[in-house]
């Protein structure tokens, strides 16, 4: 990130005042505040941004200045007297013009003194957002409804809510040359891995672009190198429960402002498996429903590639087996119509996404009654067809990563034309291939098929049941945690 050029606040207000007002644009922007004030026969100019600052604090903070001219003999110590009596908790002094034109647009108010070659900064910020609530691709049916949003001051508290250690840190740093994003990066100082959070800040540190727009995307693409694999390299969770469980495990969580998703670093493909309803149920429960979620992800891949390599070739299969394939000619073969129906389910999902809630479930009426009924009727799909794309879509939704269901989409997109060009050849060359890009993926330099490839039995029968939690004691050790031990 290029170093940014520093301009000394001088003494002489109006000089100031000329500097900042060309800077952000007092007389242009309607949203960038100004005012002139006159304390203890001082000149003191404020400035803020509407829309980003609590206007009952400043009004607040306002009459405190001028009960200053009521009550204070000595005139000559004006900044002393601002400075300190100012009553909020958050007031810092700032030599730099550039220093405080970013404040300023961040939503903090600027005071400059006359004859002072210093600011006082005040945070007043209330950013404008939501209040949380539980994220719609992480709902448990037991547990916290509070989920982050995308005030990024807001988040760190909904994490500190629950890691209540003074080891705990949240180091903020800036990345854009034009938007200034702010970016967290919290992590447990005696925890997680030294090497780590010093490789994510020199990742961070690196980034020279005007702005990101599309916030921890953007980070994230920069962090990782991602290229055209489409396995995702990082976990998103919206969940303050599942980011806190992270952190105690020695993970390094990555925080966007106007971003409620936190980047969770560094991650398998394991991780991208796993649901925060598995913990909120017994261990027997919980491992029962991870295994039909496995079921799932495996059928969302494998499914369709496979029955249609036992319709083309048949012999595959035991005679017990034999009724499996379609029972009704059709005018268009097997893998035109999986092709067809397949991509037709992605785009329902897509219209789904952009159609207002009200409409969507007609939409879905309409799609699966009318269209796939008709389609069936006319012999354009045989029922065969619409039954096992609509298994494998399960098993896409049941998957809890998003990410992850569209990469294993485009991965049984691949294996179904390989069987269908090849037959058993292709399936199994699609199938290695498959495993063999998962096990050169890499994430930070840490193996994406960990613990399965390099293999670590107690990591992996932990993949496979769900432990119960006293039964935790030691932290994963892929992520290199400085004390192995989360209870003795």
Not at 362 to 390: H, K, N, R, S, T
Request: charged share 20%; aromatic share 8%.
């Amino acid at each position: 990130m290029a170093s940014e050029k520093k301009t000394p606040i001088v003494m002489k207000l109006e000089q100031n005042r000329n500097i900042i007002n060309k800077k952000v644009g007092t007389d242009e922007s309607f949203d960038v505040g100004f005012r002139t004030l006159v304390i203890l026969d001082h000149e003191v100019n404020l400035y803020y941004v509407n829309g980003l600052c609590e206007t009952p604090i400043i009004v607040n903070l306002l009459r405190q200045l001028f009960q200053l001219n009521e009550g204070t003999l000595d005139k000559k110590s004006v900044f002393k007297h601002i400075y300190n009596d100012l009553a909020h908790q958050q007031v810092e002094v700032e030599t730099s013009i550039e220093k405080c034109v970013t404040q300023i647009l961040s939503g903090l108010i600027v005071l400059f003194v006359e004859g002072h070659a210093e600011a006082i900064i005040v945070d007043v910020r209330a950013y404008p957002g939501r209040t949380p609530e539980e994220p719609d691709t992480e709902k448990v049916v037991r547990g916290s409804r509070d989920g982050y949003t995308e005030n990024i001051i807001e988040n760190t508290a909904l994490t500190r809510r629950r890691i209540r250690d003074e080891r705990l840190r949240n180091e903020l740093i800036q990345v854009g040359q034009r938007s200034k994003t702010d970016i967290c990066i919290s992590y447990i100082k005696d925890v997680a891995d030294p090497g780590l959070i010093k490789l994510i800040k020199d990742e961070l540190k690196k980034i020279d672009i005007d702005g990101l727009s599309m916030a921890d995307k953007s980070v994230e693409e920069f962090i990782v190198s991602q290229g055209f694999n489409p396995f995702p390299l990082v976990r998103y969770t919206e969940r303050p429960d599942v980011a806190s469980a992270h952190l105690l495990e020695g993970h390094v969580l990555i925080m966007v402002d106007t971003s409620p998703s936190m980047i969770i670093t560094p991650t398998t493909y394991f991780h991208h498996v796993q649901h925060a309803e598995e913990y909120r149920q017994s261990p027997a429960v919980g491992t029962f429903v991870r295994w039909v979620r496995f079921f799932g992800l495996f059928s969302s891949v494998f499914l369709l590639p496979l029955w249609m390599l036992f319709v083309i070739q048949p012999d595959l299969l035991p005679e017990s087996l034999d009724f499996i394939g379609p029972n009704e000619e059709s005018t268009l073969p097997i893998i035109v119509q999986l092709l067809i129906a397949d991509l037709g389910i992605e785009m329902l999902r897509i219209a789904a996404i952009h159609t207002p809630t009200p409409l969507s479930t007609a939409m879905g009426l309409i799609a699966a009654v009318l269209i796939g009924q008709i389609a069936i009727d006319v012999g354009l799909f045989v029922p065969e067809v619409i039954l096992y794309v609509a298994v494998s879509a399960i098993g896409s939704y049941a998957t809890p990563s998003y990410e992850l269901s569209i990469a294993n989409k485009m991965s049984r997109i691949a294996l179904l034309v390989l069987s269908a060009i090849f037959g058993l050849s292709g399936f199994v060359i699609g199938s290695t291939l498959y495993i063999l890009l998962l096990a050169r993926t890499k994430s930070l330099n840490t193996p994406y098929l960990w613990p399965f490839l390099p293999f670590n039995g107690k990591a992996f029968m932990q993949i496979l049941v769900r432990m119960s939690v006293p039964l935790g004691k030691i932290r994963p050790s892929i992520v290199h945690p400085q004390n192995n031990h989360k209870q003795r």
